[in-house]
């Protein structure tokens, strides 16, 4: 069953692989206004971290606007995926802008590091980019748990040359990739469970964060760098940040915090600009701090300890 669903998704990918992205884009934006009416738990979560998030700073009007955009927008990124997999380099240099190019060195230097993303833009365009500061990659990504997805989310990363890692029990793995001066993809901004993160600053919460890539940063003492993606004005842009300041600190706990913290500080002034083109839809505040159990669910006035 799992193989014949794989194989008609596959098929669905390569039909609306046909259609141009000026037809699939306005389609994907009004599933996700569908979505968004017919979905209410996810509409739920949305706007609930995005008050939350924001707190006094939006109006309830402008909350439920950026919940319904952001399901737009994530309309048409499901369907444009099927145009991005069609991409050759040639065409994406064509089709996507590129920022901060300055920040990738040339090839025979390049010494290998972690590269973090997040789910903001289009996910997959970052996979696309491929080696930044490394000579070969690797995308580092959870298991989906309908099996069918999670082939085709495997194929089309490995359709780019990319070697796909699950995210638990990689770490060895991970460090000898960097240390062969390959480069390794992460996408770390979603809720994890306190035994697994750190908790730092994230819009002005309390945030528990995954540790993952300041232990690959002290493990390897190669560069981290920042990427991200968004669309405007009809096009795809593609921006390579600065590597991260890591200067030395003795305390490996503290150097653990520091750069957790400089991730996610990025990140949050990067949503700031385009809030709507972020994955509000996941339980970004699910994990508190300071409680019995870890994981607490958000009601309409913050936190609350949800048992079980």
Not at 42 to 64: K, P
């Given at each position: 069953m799992n193989q014949a669903v794989y194989r008609l998704l596959s098929l669905i990918l390569k039909v609306l692989g046909l259609i141009p992205p000026s037809v699939l884009r306005p389609a994907g934006r009004a599933l996700g206004s569908l979505v968004y009416r017919l979905y209410y738990r996810?509409?739920?979560?949305?706007?609930?971290?995005?008050?939350?998030?924001?707190?006094?700073?939006?109006?309830?009007?402008?909350?439920?606007a950026l919940a319904r955009d952001c399901f737009r927008?994530?309309?048409?990124?499901?369907?444009?995926?099927?145009?991005?997999?069609?991409?050759?380099?040639?065409?994406?240099?064509?089709?996507?802008?590129f920022h901060g190019l300055e920040n990738v060195?040339?090839?025979?230097?390049?010494?290998?590091?972690?590269?973090v993303a997040f789910h903001y833009g289009h996910p997959v365009l970052n996979a696309l980019m491929?080696?930044?500061?490394?000579?070969?990659?690797?995308?580092?990504?959870?298991?989906?748990?309908?099996?069918?997805?999670?082939?085709?989310i495997k194929r089309i990363l490995g359709q780019w040359g990319h070697r796909v890692a699950?995210?638990?029990?990689?770490?060895?793995?991970?460090?000898?990739?960097?240390?062969?001066?390959g480069t390794v993809g992460l996408m770390p901004d979603q809720d994890v469970d306190s035994d697994?993160?750190?908790?730092?600053?994230?819009?002005?919460?309390?945030?528990?964060?995954?540790?993952?890539?300041?232990?690959?940063r002290l493990a390897t003492g190669k560069?981290?760098?920042?990427?991200?993606?968004?669309?405007?004005?009809?096009?795809?842009h593609f921006v390579v940040g600065p590597p991260f300041d890591l200067r030395p600190e003795p305390d490996r706990t503290k150097a653990v915090d520091r750069v957790t913290q400089q991730w996610n500080t990025f990140a949050e002034?990067?949503?700031?600009?385009?809030?709507?083109?972020?994955?509000?839809?996941?339980?970004?505040?699910?994990?508190?701090?300071?409680?019995?159990?870890p994981r607490a669910k958000l009601d309409k006035d913050g936190p609350r300890i949800a048992p079980h």
């Open positions: 996810y509409r739920m979560i949305a706007r609930r971290n995005l008050r939350f998030a924001y707190g006094d700073e939006l109006t309830e009007a402008r909350v439920h927008h994530w309309g048409q990124v499901l369907l444009e995926t099927a145009w991005i997999v069609t991409l050759t380099p040639a065409r994406v240099r064509r089709q996507v802008v060195p040339p090839y025979e230097t390049r010494q290998g590091g972690l590269v491929g080696n930044i500061v490394g000579r070969s990659t690797m995308i580092v990504i959870r298991r989906f748990d309908f099996r069918p997805i999670d082939l085709l699950p995210n638990r029990g990689t770490l060895a793995d991970i460090i000898s990739t960097i240390n062969d001066r697994r993160g750190v908790f730092i600053h994230f819009f002005g919460r309390r945030t528990c964060s995954n540790r993952g890539p300041a232990r690959i560069p981290v760098v920042p990427v991200y993606n968004y669309f405007e004005r009809g096009r795809y002034a990067v949503i700031r600009r385009r809030p709507e083109q972020w994955w509000w839809l996941h339980n970004r505040w699910k994990t508190r701090p300071y409680h019995l159990w």
